[in-house]
């Protein structure tokens, strides 16, 4: 496997929990989710992976949405919110996150 398959599949298993630690700060709606992801290079995504995610976790009773009317002339946007289920989610992966990464620094020596 070379490194940006690797990169990739890392990318993969921890968009959805970069996407709900922005929204435990504050209310977002899609574009602006990818704008912020596009910030930090490593987990930039696209539309067609960051919506098709947002749905699943609506779904699943992680996220809620209102919509809300933007600037005179611009169609109504489409924000989403961590329910108390997400959070709740959020927490369990905040644990394992930890979990990992100390798991990480052992096996690096640190």
Do not use: F
């Amino acid at each position: 496997m070379n490194l940006d398959k690797w990169k990739s599949q890392i990318v993969r298993g921890t968009l959805e929990y970069c996407i709900l630690l922005m929204l435990d700060k504050k209310v977002y709606y899609g574009y602006e989710i990818l704008q912020e992801l596009s910030k930090y290079p490593i987990i930039a995504s696209t539309e067609s992976t960051v919506y098709p995610l947002l749905r699943r976790l609506q779904k699943e009773n992680y996220l809620q949405s209102t919509w809300q009317e933007s600037t005179e002339g611009l169609p109504p946007r489409k924000y989403y919110s961590l329910t108390p289920d997400g959070k709740n989610y959020l927490d369990a992966m905040n644990t394992e996150w930890e979990n990992l990464l100390n798991a990480m620094s052992d096996l690096k020596g640190e």
